[in-house]
């Protein structure tokens, strides 16, 4: 019948994301979505669901924010695509450098704009190579940098990697928040990438301890230090940065995710000096054509103006706190949290499964880690309300409820 319906020109979205559609997984969730705004979605058949995790750490402002769309509609009625990356003068590409040249420190002035977190990783690994003139590369166990050959190749999860082999030469992993380890950072280091905290690993931070000394580290070898903060910036740990909770500046830092309001974007972001390496020897040292989409940066700029004038760091705090307090539950081993940053703990994949069954038809949207099966991650929009948290908090608790 639906093959049917297919061929007769009748199939539905449903029919055809599954018929047509690339899947990544053999169980998508497969909610069918109308709109969103807020920290909801709506659906078709006039469902709606509380979204938790903010389509994975990108609408950090929640769906929809007026003022992105509204930056969007102003750009689209300007221009769209007018050509590939770096050759023409765009206002609202340089407005967007301009208001993150404000709110980053003075030696991350220079802004490669691109159009993902993995193309951001792609970029700085090539730049630091260039600056460096090397090619060794460290990273940690269970980190996620992206899913093309390069951000893979310096990604610390086997799982997504086995069947995909070979990658870049001279990666090599060390432990997370291991000082001893940092020992393998040596003069032939070209870079070490690292996120300040680990997303995918279910939200591991960084003691304050460990990021000097990595700091450290990388000064007296010469390589260099890239910052991933694809995940963690835009205010998702209760600063804008992660790292602006240390005292610590990487030399490259890269941004996608909640960058872009709910617009693809991502940045590659470090000095004028390094930066200008990318223009020659070879010339066009990293090509995008559709990086910096002025539609893109728009939004990303409104997104940016947003969180400064909306979302105050206090009361992403405080609410984090608040999750964390009622999802306290004996079926919960452990909770990780920064900010409005979740990974809960429970003792199983299963009892996980539950959970996020529970939810899904209960209509409060968690969801996976890629290197923690035992636990799920929430990371809501950070201007949540109190009645929300309270909501979801329920639900997520009926859902523990039937572990026992
Ligand atoms: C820390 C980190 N780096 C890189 C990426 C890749 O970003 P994208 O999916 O935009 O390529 C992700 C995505 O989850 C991420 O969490």
């Not at 765009?90 to 993995?118: E, H, I």
């Not at 972001?269 to 893109?296: A, C, D, Q, W, Y």
């Amino acid at each position: 019948m639906r093959l049917l319906s297919y061929f007769c020109g009748m199939s539905s979205s449903k029919d055809i994301f599954y018929k047509n559609l690339a899947q990544t997984t053999p169980f998508p969730m497969g909610i069918e979505i109308d709109s969103a705004r807020g920290s909801w979605l709506f659906g078709t058949k006039g469902e709606k669901w509380l979204d938790m995790i903010s389509g994975v750490a990108v609408t950090n402002i929640g769906h929809n924010h007026p003022k992105v769309v509204s930056a969007i509609k102003t750009q689209v009625d300007k221009h769209l695509h007018v050509m590939v990356y770096g050759e023409y003068i765009q206002k609202v590409q340089s407005d967007l450098a301009k208001a993150l040249n404000q709110v980053l420190p003075d030696d991350l002035n220079s802004f490669y704009f691109v159009n993902s977190g993995t193309e951001a990783n792609e970029a700085a690994l090539k730049l630091a190579k260039r600056e460096t003139g090397r090619t060794e590369l460290i990273s940690f166990n269970n980190s996620y940098h992206g899913g093309t050959h390069g951000s893979l190749s310096v990604t610390g999860n086997e799982n997504k990697k086995y069947a995909f082999r070979p990658f870049l030469p001279g990666v090599k992993f060390i432990d997370f928040n291991s000082i001893p380890d940092l020992e393998e950072i040596t003069d032939k280091t070209a870079a070490v990438i690292m996120e300040v905290i680990q997303g995918d690993a279910g939200v591991r931070i960084a003691t304050p301890e460990f990021l000097k000394a990595v700091r450290t580290k990388c000064d007296q070898t010469g390589a260099q230090l890239i910052f991933d903060e694809i995940q963690t910036g835009m205010g998702r740990t209760g600063k804008l940065f992660a790292f602006n909770h240390y005292d610590i500046v990487p030399d490259i830092l890269t941004l996608a995710k909640g960058f872009g309001g709910g617009m693809a974007i991502g940045a590659m972001i470090s000095n004028k000096e390094k930066m200008v390496k990318l223009t020659h020897n070879p010339m066009l040292g990293h090509i995008t054509t559709f990086g910096g989409h002025p539609v893109n940066c728009a939004a990303a700029l409104a997104n940016l103006e947003v969180i400064q004038q909306e979302i105050d760091f206090n009361e992403v705090e405080r609410k984090g706190a608040l999750i964390e307090q009622l999802l306290q539950h004996m079926e919960v081993s452990e909770i990780r949290r920064k900010g409005l940053f979740f990974a809960i703990d429970m003792d199983s994949f299963e009892k996980v499964k539950i959970v996020f069954d529970h939810c899904l038809a209960n209509g409060v949207i968690t969801f996976w880690f890629l290197s923690t099966g035992y636990a799920f991650r929430l990371s809501p929009p950070l201007n949540i309300t109190d009645s929300e948290i309270q909501h979801a908090c329920e639900i997520i608790q009926q859902g523990f409820d039937l572990c026992k």
